[in-house]
């Protein structure tokens, strides 16, 4: 069941904001070539997000079908107060 943030937040953002989601889902690609796992964390990090940005949107970036979620790990960013944010890798072909 999806969430009305999924159906009616996220889509605004990739409206409002489509540069800056393509440029954080290239970092993405990119920090996730090979194999490795990523979070959102490690994007947030490479490519920070604009000023005013709900955090919860950044999801959108993973969102896509070319990852997949493997797991969880604790965040360690100060504002998230140690709760679990997904980790994920890139889907590999015919899977």
Known sequence: MTSHFEQAILPIFEETRPAYLAHARRIAAELGRDGRRI???DVRNAAPPPEGIDPRVMGAV???????KVGYENSYRRTCHGRPVAIFRRREAGE
Not at 62 to 68: G, P
């Open 39 to 41: 979070t959102i964390n």
């Open 62 to 68: 993973l969102t896509r079908s070319e990852w997949v």
